[in-house]
């Protein structure tokens, strides 16, 4: 599909997407008193909804039903506790991307605090409506995936991206 | 470090894996995809964590009587097939490791009747102290609790999506 059937936003080529913003909802704190691990998740995954909307793939995309993108793997650092009402703002970083996937991280930070509080690298996949099964990017997504992509290329790789799960040894 | 705790502790599973945990998909938990949404099967591994820690000694009550809790630090999640709204889940959970503190934990979700893999979550999970709300080693029957669940757990074979770096070049 060459383009999109509805207006797409804006292109933001700063480095790194700064646009996602939310706030702890009091449903997202469980018993230990802070924002449970589940919602962590949920928190980042509206910030990839913020991301894909850069280059055309979210609600309308499945709306549309063109499309759709699936997780395919997720990897969160929890750094610091948040808590209800604390505002966040999510970052994002494209690593790597090919003709079906991206790879990228994002970061959450106290908004007013400034703190890190968690990461989150995940691989994307785009999803075919009709089949459910993995497709190619459409071209319009693809163009802007590739524009984003130069533009987060002079960025350093965060730390946090890349890591193995473990318990060091002594 | 706790000498004890004060409640009677639930009778100790050994077998391996942990398999004792099942869930069910909620309708809040699916999303415009028409699928369980990617947060959310961490909310259910979470869960898992949890019936995990009781098995322990370390549930409800270790937060109530706030003698403490456990935080999860750091978690990898693979999103193996779709789940549907009210589909059964069963979790089958395999010790990797432990220290004084921590443990590190590998899930695996199966679809509940049709028995294929969902997805895996391998996770650290640490003890916290109530009060300071910072680290602190596990209350000793917790570690022997670790210990007895190590000896058997520790002759299971590496799963083989634990230890996963990401990246698009291992992947076709």
Redesign the interface.
């Given at each position: 599909m060459k383009l999109a059937p509805y207006p797409m936003i804006e292109l933001d080529l700063s480095a790194p997407l700064d646009r996602h913003r939310a706030t702890v909802k009091p449903d997202w704190i469980d018993?230990?008193g802070h924002m449970?691990?589940?919602?962590?998740?949920?928190a980042?995954?509206q910030a990839t909804d913020t991301l894909c909307q850069q280059f055309a793939c979210g609600?309308e995309y499945?709306?549309d039903k063109i499309g759709?993108t699936?997780?395919?793997?997720?990897?969160?650092?929890?750094d610091r506790?948040v808590k209800e009402g604390d505002a966040l703002r999510i970052t994002t970083q494209i690593l790597?991307?090919?003709a079906k996937?991206i790879?990228y991280i994002h970061t959450m930070y106290h908004a007013d605090e400034g703190y890190l509080a968690a990461t989150n690298?995940?691989?994307l996949m785009n999803i075919d409506y009709a089949s459910r099964r993995s497709a190619p990017w459409p071209d319009f997504a693809m163009e802007r995936i590739e524009r984003l992509a130069a533009a987060h290329a002079s960025l350093p790789k965060p730390s946090q991206?890349?890591?193995?799960?473990?318990?060091k040894k002594? | 470090m706790l000498e004890s705790l004060p409640y009677e502790l639930p009778e100790l599973v050994t077998s391996a894996p942990l398999d004792t945990h099942r869930s069910t998909v909620l309708p809040e938990w699916v999303d415009?995809?028409g699928h369980m949404?990617?947060?959310?099967y961490?909310?259910a591994f979470?869960q898992a964590s949890g019936a995990f820690m009781r098995n322990m000694g370390l549930g409800?009550r270790y937060?109530?009587g706030k003698l403490g809790?456990t935080?999860?630090?750091?978690?990898?999640?693979?999103?193996d097939r779709e789940m549907k709204e009210g589909a059964p889940m069963r979790f089958a959970t395999q010790l990797l490791?432990?220290?004084a503190k921590?443990v590190?934990l590998f899930h695996e979700m199966f679809h509940g009747e049709q028995g294929y893999l969902a997805a895996t979550n391998?996770?650290?999970v640490m003890n916290i102290d109530y009060a300071s709300?910072r680290s602190a080693p596990w209350p000793v029957p917790v570690t022997a609790r670790l210990d007895l669940l190590w000896a058997t757990h520790q002759l299971l074979p590496k799963p083989a999506k634990?230890?996963?770096?990401?990246?698009?070049s291992k992947k076709k």
């Open positions: 018993w230990n449970n691990v589940g919602y962590y998740v949920v980042f995954d609600f499945t709306r759709m699936f997780v395919l793997e997720a990897h969160v650092t929890y506790e790597d991307h090919d996937r790879h690298e995940l691989m991206a890349g890591r193995l799960i473990g318990i002594k | 415009w995809n949404n990617v947060a959310f961490v909310t979470d409800r937060v109530d809790m935080f999860v630090l750091e978690t990898h999640v693979t999103y490791a432990r220290d921590k590190h391998e996770t650290i709300r634990a230890g996963r770096i990401m990246s698009l």
